[in-house]
């Protein structure tokens, strides 16, 4: 179970097809992101192919993606992690997506440390991520968080521009408590 801290005012739960249309209702409230890594808005089934979505030879039994709701409770954000992709023990995390408003008060590092407390606690040693060159602010955002680039990829077409996916990587079993201090502290 993933529990955000209290001073997040937010909650999380898993979340299925049943919330399709809210999801979709989040993509496309996040066009800027769909038209930054995809050259293009969300697409019509957006939130159903994000349901669905996979890591190569993992099956929805390891796929875990969680809603993310204000108090209301009204869906604010998406986070989509599969576990033990493409190691035991190492997690990818697929999407970490806050509506525009929701963004920039320190509410995607409050996920990412109840993320990172919960997998450890679920035996994962790693956490890995891939991020596209040109998001600059997400770029930024996991550096901040103690992600290093470990690959860069040549372009691929997403959507319809080419992009360079940068893959992030954090040890999540040495120093973290000392890591997040150090980042809660900046
Ligand atoms: C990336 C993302 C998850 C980060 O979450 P967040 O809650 O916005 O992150 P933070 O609040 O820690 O940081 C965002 C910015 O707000 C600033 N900020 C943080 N706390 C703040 C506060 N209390 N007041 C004002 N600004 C603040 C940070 O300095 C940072 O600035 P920067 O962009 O110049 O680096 C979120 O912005 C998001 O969903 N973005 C769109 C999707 C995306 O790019 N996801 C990553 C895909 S790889």
């Known amino acids: 179970m993933l529990l955000l801290p ?9 979340i299925d097809e049943n919330d399709t249309a809210a999801l979709q209702a989040l ?5 800027d992101y769909h038209e930054l890594i995809y050259g293009q808005p969300a697409a019509p089934d957006e939130a159903s192919q994000l349901l669905r979505m996979l890591p190569p030879g ?8 969680f ?7 009204r869906l604010c954000g998406v986070l989509d992690v599969a576990r ?22 320190g509410q995607g590092e409050r ?10 606690s679920q035996g994962a040693r790693r956490m890995r991520l891939a991020c596209a060159e040109q998001n600059e602010a997400g770029r930024r955002f996991w550096e901040r968080q103690g992600y290093r680039v470990d690959r860069r990829f040549p372009p691929r077409r997403m959507g319809v521009r080419d992009t360079v996916l940068l893959e992030f990587l954090r040890e999540l079993t040495q120093g973290h408590a000392e890591s997040r201090s150090k980042s809660s502290a900046e």
Do not use: N
Request: glycine share 8%; with cysteine; hydrophobic share 40%.
């Open 84 to 105: 033990d992709y493409r190691e035991p023990g190492e997690w990818y995390l697929g999407l970490l997506l806050l509506e525009p408003a929701v963004r920039g008060h």
């Open 6 to 14: 209290p001073d997040s005012g937010l909650t999380a739960r898993r």
């Open 58 to 65: 993992k099956t929805l039994a390891d796929k875990l993606i």
């Open 111 to 120: 996920v990412l440390r109840a993320l990172e407390d919960w997998a450890r």
């Open 27 to 31: 993509c496309e409230a996040c066009t």
């Open 67 to 73: 809603g993310l709701f204000t108090p209301r409770p």
